[in-house]
């Protein structure tokens, strides 16, 4: 599928990918193998960071959320791995545990604000 919008929701074991736009959401979840709490720079991690990034393609802007650092974790090893999917990330945000409903909910009330901003002249100007 192929959407303007995405949210990402992680944490150390799973990830949910939604992918939108105005009358569709596309849902993945990605597991992680690992069985570690907090994530390292093991196989399994490059593994789950490469199958969220696989899951973004077709999208334009993705909003990351999520309990922890998995979040910055995945955004730093995309700025090294996977530049094209890091120039997409457009804010990482905490968030407990949401449902994909209210996930979606959340990123779109997120975007909405985010496209005014951008499409406002007097906060772009500097």
Same mark, same amino acid.
């Given at each position: 599928?192929?959407?303007?919008?995405?949210?990402?929701?992680? #944490?150390?074991?799973?990830?949910?990918?939604?992918?939108?736009?105005?009358?569709?959401?596309?849902?993945?979840?990605?597991?992680?193998?690992?069985?570690?709490?907090?994530?390292?720079?093991?196989?399994? &991690?490059?593994?789950?960071?490469?199958?969220?990034?696989?899951?973004?393609?077709?999208?334009?802007?993705?909003?990351?959320?999520?309990?922890?650092?998995?979040?910055?974790?995945?955004?730093?090893?995309?700025?090294?791995?996977?530049?094209?999917?890091?120039?997409?990330?457009? #804010?990482?945000?905490?968030? &407990?545990?949401?449902?994909?409903?209210?996930?979606?909910?959340?990123?779109?009330?997120?975007?909405?604000?985010?496209?005014?901003?951008?499409?406002?002249?007097?906060?772009?100007?500097?």
């Amino acid at each position: 599928m192929s959407t303007y919008h995405a949210v990402v929701w992680l #944490d150390h074991s799973e990830a949910h990918v939604l992918m939108f736009d105005r009358e569709h959401v596309e849902a993945q979840r990605i597991k992680s193998r690992s069985h570690h709490k907090h994530q390292g720079k093991s196989s399994d &991690d490059v593994a789950y960071f490469a199958a969220i990034a696989t899951a973004l393609g077709g999208t334009h802007e993705v909003l990351l959320t999520g309990p922890g650092l998995t979040r910055n974790a995945f955004r730093d090893w995309c700025q090294l791995h996977q530049k094209a999917v890091a120039a997409l990330i457009v #804010d990482s945000l905490s968030a &407990d545990h949401p449902s994909d409903p209210q996930l979606v909910a959340l990123a779109r009330q997120y975007f909405k604000k985010f496209d005014q901003r951008a499409a406002d002249p007097a906060t772009t100007a500097a």
